[in-house]
């Protein structure tokens, strides 16, 4: 069984970059291209493709790519895939979880019925990250790493050091956050 909302969280920066290889110009919250869907009419010079960077969702631009959609061409990772593979969503919800090995949800394993216990827990702990985790952690920060230093091909070194700069203050943010969170619960 998938999991669509882990999988809608997987970065679509880092689906466009490292499976697609899509040469992205950073500015600000936007990663821009030419447009790679399959759905351009030849000879569409308007094909102006945009990832929200904050609200990880996609739009295309161009009036061939939108005109089967009603004007409306994006969404979130999952929409990306299946346009890029011309493939069902669920087939590309699977793909993303075999490429980034998140979202496939285990079956629970069948529990005998026993007595429950009247004695109650004062307190629970969350269970500690595993080996695994951390090590998915890592890989997912050396991905985000890889994008984000790799320069734009008409970046000044202002632009350049101003993204970066934004970029890693944005993380540390979204990182506090989380930290903030996770004692909360």
């Known amino acids: 069984m998938l999991d669509f909302e882990a999988i809608k969280r997987i970065p679509i920066v880092e689906v466009a970059v490292g499976h697609y290889h899509l040469p992205l110009r950073f500015r600000g919250d936007y990663a821009n291209a030419t447009c790679p869907l399959p759905t351009h009419r030849q000879g569409d010079k308007a ?3 945009s990832i929200n960077l904050p609200g ?3 739009r295309c631009f161009s009036d061939s790519c939108n005109a089967g959609n009603g ?3 994006g969404g979130d990772v999952i929409n990306f895939v ?6 069902r969503e669920k087939d590309a919800a699977e793909k993303l979880a075999s ?3 998140v979202g496939k949800e285990k079956a629970a394993p069948r529990m005998e019925a026993r007595p ?3 004695k109650q827990h004062q307190k629970t702990y969350p269970e500690p990250s595993t080996g695994s985790d951390s090590v998915k952690y890592m890989q997912e920060i050396d991905a985000w790493f890889d994008i984000l230093f ?3 091909q008409e970046e000044t070194d202002l632009e350049y050091w101003k993204r970066c700069r934004n970029e890693v203050k ?3 943010v979204e990182s506090f956050r989380n930290g903030k969170k996770s004692l909360a619960a």
């Open 47 to 49: 094909k102006a493709f």
């Open 116 to 118: 429950v216990s009247t």
């Open 82 to 87: 299946a346009a890029m593979e011309k493939c």
């Open 170 to 172: 944005s993380k540390l």
């Open 150 to 152: 790799r320069r734009g």
């Open 56 to 58: 990880n969702y996609w």
């Open 99 to 101: 490429w980034f090995g």
């Open 71 to 73: 004007g409306k061409r």
